[in-house]
């Protein structure tokens, strides 16, 4: 062989395998970059599926709220009308007691003998009144009872508020 070619061919070789290297190189990053664009567009592909599920979700939350929002609504407008009617019929008593329209009487229980005044169980041939005796109350007596009687309505009518509230969160 000639010296010079001699010389020259650890070098060509040292380029043929830099070549060869760089080529493989070149091969791996091609092959490697296509497997990460890949897994990329698979993840993207499940964060889209989990973006769409969890705006779905939200919307199915928000409709729900908006529904229970509108029964309570409802509720409230129907106790507050029970409410406003039951005051409105307590003033009306209570303004027909004032005028002495109406009056409160109790009934007697005619089997006391310990009040100390006896009434007859049974009415007389000359009697018009076939009912049970009866005793009036006093006007300011009749204006307390409705008072209380008025605390208690309102009682009760917030009472079922709270309870078709309940209700209605337990849905």
């Not at 939200?58 to 409709?63: A, C, G, I």
């Not at 729900?64 to 106790?79: F, I, M, N, V, Y």
Request: proline fraction near 2%; aromatic fraction near 4%; hydrophobic fraction near 45%.
């Amino acid at each position: 062989m000639n010296p010079a070619l001699l010389r020259f061919f650890p070098i060509t070789v040292l380029g043929l395998l830099l070549l060869a290297t760089s080529m493989a190189w070149k091969v791996q990053d091609w092959r490697y970059g296509r497997v990460l664009a890949e897994q990329a567009r698979a993840q993207a592909e499940t964060l889209k599926q989990m973006t769409a599920a969890a705006a779905a979700s939200q919307h199915k939350e928000t409709q729900k709220r908006l529904a229970l929002e509108q029964q309570l609504s409802t509720s409230e407008q129907t106790h507050y009308r029970a409410l406003s009617d039951a005051q409105r019929d307590q003033d009306r008593l209570r303004d027909r007691l004032a005028t002495a329209d109406v009056r409160l009487s109790v009934l007697l229980d005619a089997d006391d003998v310990a009040a100390g005044c006896t009434v007859p169980a049974t009415t007389g041939t000359g009697g018009v009144d076939h009912g049970a005796s009866r005793a009036r109350l006093d006007p300011a007596h009749a204006q307390r009872i409705i008072a209380i009687t008025d605390a208690g309505d309102r009682g009760l009518i917030a009472l079922q508020a709270c309870q078709a509230y309940v209700r209605a969160l337990g849905r």
